[in-house]
């Protein structure tokens, strides 16, 4: 029989598998280095206060505690079972713990194998029970201090704001065990996700009051349209996530059909989705474990941009370097601002941001606290960075340790120290300041990343979704576009046209005779192409003729196809443009169809710039993130050229999203390549489509 679960989005969901009011470990042992031993000894040590009952028939106590044969012999129903057992032991103690009654489990076991999944998953759907993993770590719950691990882990973590969720134990393991300015509420390796997903925890970590800030490493999303809603959740919670998704060059297979394929790669929707939703992308665990950091301070970025303060002209010559290449805004001080600081300043130095306030250190305590204290009281300040190579033990650390917790007591802004150098001895420092509310970020470029997600976060604002109207006549266009084993250029055209979107006249012929009739008819210059639908790129096969302007030049370009690569041709009436541009479609598996817009022609490879929507979007949405890309100038007036239809490209690409939505189970991708864009019109000329 199967048993309906609770609402996954409920903070009621996981309470049996996280916060449980008692425990059973089963495997649970003496014997050292064993996963017995040290899921018993982590149970032990958290704090937890339900009951703990170690399961195993080789002992009658351990550590002090009574331990017993089998499930059925507990003197209470346990409602999380742990399975510290092999693989060929997790099936049986799996339906031993259904059976027992319990409502959650976790599966340390990889559980890999030809059946061993599906026969897991089916025990599970039949009982409803909760699953963390398998091939899981486990879970640290700091809010009830029950610890849910077969590996020995500090047992003095500090309960924090940061729920941490991964897909790798390993990684878990780094932040965890290594460094305490990182102070967690939750951390989970979901594993294998068999029942409970990263969506789940998620939803979760997000109902809990201790949480600040959410971190996600990913390999990839089990359950997309639940992900996406939970990511919602955090957005109008103002939790921030952080997210590490790995994988992201894995060569897509789809990635070769199209030009627009290759343009947005394995990783492109993904990302794109993932902005649009607020999330905050990073690179690297430090650039994490930096964002994490800045995030749980609590405090949200100002208006303005970043200042800093150094004890090095060359390490704030760093640092600006630094700034400029991820593009974060520095704050421009105001005149007020730099008549308060320059008279501290030693000679030679001069009242700017970045603040190189060091001379030679005479009366360094007063130059270094006014300093700080005036750029961070000035309005065009959205947060500040106190940036040496913090270590402990060290007098003159100790003095700027001061002026930053001071001057945090003065402000709400957020303020964090930072090392240039990741690898100072800082530890004691680190948590002297961190029970300030005071991050020390390690690395110059990751605590730069860091600031940029809080300015991030400051300044996001949510794509609106546009309202989707199905064509009035899709009934019978889908009709004619499912007859059709491949979609030739004509039929594409056809398509685009149906949706308001401009293509060449053009006339699809069978001989030399028809193809110059046809070419008259449209008037010269035309274009020749071949028409056969087995060839998806024209010009790799010089299946594409141009600018032909008579009779002789048709009939020679007709042909030349017609011998090399088939009878049937089209021919088209030549159009011209100031400027080459792509609009593609990729029909995203995990979340639906995407909507790729880049320069054209040699400026693909030259500027590598491309904006991503999922679909639909209104035009208004188009124009605002194509004023990010450089290219767009192109478009608008560069350096006195003459303002091109660039109103018409954007509602050009915004058609493009009704259609995809619309044909979104029949067209795989869709490559509209080039968009020639003159001060007057937008013209797709060559259309590419895959069902």
């Given at each position: 029989?199967?048993?309906?679960?609770?609402?996954?989005?409920?903070?009621?969901?996981?309470?049996?598998?996280?916060?449980?009011?008692?425990?059973?470990?089963?495997?649970?042992?003496?014997?050292?280095?064993?996963?017995?031993?040290?899921?018993?000894?982590?149970?032990?040590?958290?704090?937890?206060?339900?009951?703990?009952?170690?399961?195993?028939?080789?002992?009658?106590?351990?550590?002090?505690?009574?331990?017993?044969?089998?499930?059925?012999?507990?003197?209470?129903?346990?409602?999380?079972?742990?399975?510290?057992?092999?693989?060929?032991?997790?099936?049986?103690?799996?339906?031993?713990?259904?059976?027992?009654?319990?409502?959650a489990v976790t599966i340390f076991a990889d559980c890999?194998?030809?059946?061993?999944?599906?026969?897991?998953?089916?025990?599970?759907?039949?009982?409803?029970?909760?699953?963390?993993?398998?091939?899981?770590?486990?879970?640290?719950?700091?809010?009830?201090?029950?610890?849910?691990?077969?590996?020995?882990?500090?047992?003095?973590?500090?309960?924090?704001?940061?729920?941490?969720?991964?897909?790798?134990?390993?990684?878990?393991?780094?932040?965890?065990?290594?460094?305490?300015?990182?102070?967690?509420?939750?951390?989970?390796?979901?594993?294998?996700?068999?029942?409970?997903?990263?969506?789940?925890?998620?939803?979760?970590?997000?109902?809990?009051?201790?949480?600040?800030?959410?971190?996600?490493?990913?390999?990839?999303?089990?359950?997309?349209?639940?992900?996406?809603?939970?990511?919602?959740?955090?957005?109008?919670?103002?939790?921030?996530?952080?997210?590490?998704?790995?994988?992201?060059?894995?060569?897509?297979?789809?990635?070769?059909?199209?030009?627009?394929?290759?343009?947005?790669?394995?990783?492109?929707?993904?990302?794109?989705?993932?902005?649009?939703?607020?999330?905050?992308?990073?690179?690297?665990?430090?650039?994490?474990?930096?964002?994490?950091?800045?995030?749980?301070?609590?405090?949200?970025?100002?208006?303005?941009?970043?200042?800093?303060?150094?004890?090095?002209?060359?390490?704030?010559?760093?640092?600006?370097?630094?700034?400029?290449?991820?593009?974060?805004?520095?704050?421009?001080?105001?005149?007020?601002?730099?008549?308060?600081?320059?008279?501290?300043?030693?000679?030679?130095?001069?009242?700017?941001?970045?603040?190189?306030?060091?001379?030679?250190?005479?009366?360094?305590?007063?130059?270094?606290?006014?300093?700080?204290?005036?750029?961070?009281?000035?309005?065009?300040?959205?947060?500040?960075?106190?940036?040496?190579?913090?270590?402990?033990?060290?007098?003159?650390?100790?003095?700027?340790?001061?002026?930053?917790?001071?001057?945090?007591?003065?402000?709400?802004?957020?303020?964090?120290?930072?090392?240039?150098?990741?690898?100072?001895?800082?530890?004691?420092?680190?948590?002297?300041?961190?029970?300030?509310?005071?991050?020390?970020?390690?690395?110059?470029?990751?605590?730069?990343?860091?600031?940029?997600?809080?300015?991030?976060?400051?300044?996001?604002?949510?794509?609106?979704?546009?309202?989707?109207?199905?064509?009035?006549?899709?009934?019978?266009?889908?009709?004619?576009?499912?007859?059709?084993?491949?979609?030739?250029?004509?039929?594409?055209?056809?398509?685009?046209?149906?949706?308001?979107?401009?293509?060449?006249?053009?006339?699809?012929?069978?001989?030399?005779?028809?193809?110059?009739?046809?070419?008259?008819?449209?008037?010269?210059?035309?274009?020749?192409?071949?028409?056969?639908?087995?060839?998806?790129?024209?010009?790799?096969?010089?299946?594409?003729?141009?600018?032909?302007?008579?009779?002789?030049?048709?009939?020679?370009?007709?042909?030349?196809?017609?011998?090399?690569?088939?009878?049937?041709?089209?021919?088209?009436?030549?159009?011209?443009?100031?400027?080459?541009?792509?609009?593609?479609?990729?029909?995203?598996?995990?979340?639906?169809?995407?909507?790729?817009?880049?320069?054209?022609?040699?400026?693909?490879?030259?500027?590598?710039?491309?904006?991503?929507?999922?679909?639909?979007?209104?035009?208004?949405?188009?124009?605002?993130?194509?004023?990010?890309?450089?290219?767009?100038?192109?478009?608008?007036?560069?350096?006195?050229?003459?303002?091109?239809?660039?109103?018409?490209?954007?509602?050009a690409a915004a058609r493009v999203s009704q259609l995809?939505?619309?044909?979104?189970?029949?067209?795989?991708?869709?490559?509209?390549?080039?968009?020639?864009?003159?001060?007057?019109?937008?013209?797709?000329?060559?259309?590419?489509?895959?069902?």
């Amino acid at each position: 029989m199967l048993v309906e679960v609770a609402d996954h989005a409920s903070s009621q969901y996981l309470q049996p598998l996280l916060e449980p009011r008692s425990i059973a470990l089963v495997g649970a042992s003496k014997r050292a280095n064993s996963y017995g031993r040290a899921m018993l000894e982590m149970a032990l040590a958290g704090g937890f206060q339900g009951d703990i009952f170690p399961v195993n028939p080789k002992y009658e106590t351990l550590s002090s505690v009574a331990c017993y044969p089998n499930l059925n012999t507990l003197p209470v129903v346990a409602e999380h079972v742990v399975l510290g057992v092999a693989n060929e032991g997790v099936e049986d103690c799996l339906f031993e713990a259904t059976e027992h009654g319990a409502k959650a489990v976790t599966i340390f076991a990889d559980c890999y194998g030809t059946t061993l999944p599906s026969r897991i998953k089916a025990i599970a759907k039949e009982s409803g029970i909760l699953i963390c993993g398998p091939n899981t770590m486990g879970f640290h719950n700091l809010n009830c201090g029950l610890r849910v691990t077969p590996f020995p882990a500090p047992t003095d973590l500090v309960q924090g704001g940061i729920s941490m969720i991964l897909q790798s134990g390993s990684v878990m393991g780094a932040l965890a065990h290594n460094d305490q300015r990182l102070r967690f509420n939750l951390l989970v390796s979901s594993g294998s996700e068999f029942v409970v997903s990263a969506a789940d925890y998620l939803n979760w970590a997000l109902e809990q009051p201790t949480t600040r800030v959410v971190g996600l490493f990913l390999e990839s999303v089990r359950n997309p349209a639940e992900f996406l809603n939970a990511l919602e959740r955090a957005r109008r919670r103002n939790i921030p996530v952080v997210m590490l998704k790995v994988g992201r060059t894995a060569a897509s297979q789809r990635m070769a059909a199209s030009h627009t394929g290759a343009i947005v790669g394995h990783h492109g929707v993904f990302e794109a989705v993932m902005n649009e939703a607020g999330v905050h992308l990073v690179d690297n665990m430090d650039e994490m474990a930096a964002s994490l950091q800045l995030f749980s301070q609590g405090r949200n970025a100002a208006a303005g941009g970043v200042a800093s303060i150094h004890d090095s002209g060359g390490e704030r010559e760093l640092f600006a370097d630094l700034a400029s290449d991820i593009k974060l805004p520095l704050a421009t001080l105001s005149e007020q601002t730099v008549a308060k600081i320059a008279p501290n300043l030693e000679p030679g130095l001069t009242a700017e941001n970045p603040l190189d306030a060091w001379g030679s250190g005479n009366g360094a305590e007063t130059t270094f606290q006014n300093s700080l204290q005036a750029m961070m009281e000035d309005k065009t300040v959205a947060l500040g960075l106190y940036v040496l190579d913090w270590r402990d033990h060290y007098y003159l650390h100790e003095m700027h340790e001061r002026i930053l917790i001071n001057t945090a007591k003065t402000t709400d802004k957020p303020i964090a120290a930072v090392s240039n150098y990741a690898m100072t001895r800082d530890q004691a420092l680190a948590r002297r300041l961190t029970e300030e509310g005071i991050p020390l970020l390690k690395g110059t470029r990751e605590s730069l990343v860091a600031a940029k997600h809080l300015l991030n976060k400051r300044d996001y604002q949510p794509v609106s979704q546009a309202q989707h109207q199905p064509h009035p006549d899709l009934a019978n266009i889908r009709h004619i576009f499912e007859q059709q084993e491949r979609i030739g250029e004509a039929s594409g055209f056809s398509l685009l046209s149906a949706y308001g979107i401009s293509t060449p006249a053009h006339m699809t012929v069978g001989d030399q005779g028809a193809a110059v009739i046809a070419a008259e008819q449209l008037g010269y210059p035309v274009v020749l192409k071949t028409a056969n639908t087995d060839i998806a790129h024209k010009t790799e096969v010089k299946g594409v003729k141009l600018n032909l302007k008579n009779a002789t030049k048709v009939k020679q370009a007709y042909m030349d196809l017609a011998e090399r690569l088939g009878p049937d041709v089209l021919v088209c009436k030549m159009h011209s443009g100031e400027t080459e541009w792509v609009i593609g479609v990729i029909n995203d598996r995990d979340f639906g169809p995407a909507v790729i817009i880049a320069p054209g022609g040699v400026m693909v490879e030259l500027l590598d710039e491309r904006v991503i929507l999922m679909a639909p979007f209104d035009a208004a949405t188009v124009a605002m993130k194509l004023h990010q890309l450089r290219a767009t100038r192109m478009l608008t007036g560069y350096r006195g050229q003459k303002s091109l239809a660039f109103d018409s490209f954007c509602d050009a690409a915004a058609r493009v999203s009704q259609l995809a939505v619309d044909f979104q189970d029949q067209i795989e991708e869709l490559d509209i390549n080039p968009v020639l864009v003159s001060e007057q019109q937008v013209v797709a000329v060559d259309v590419l489509i895959q069902k």
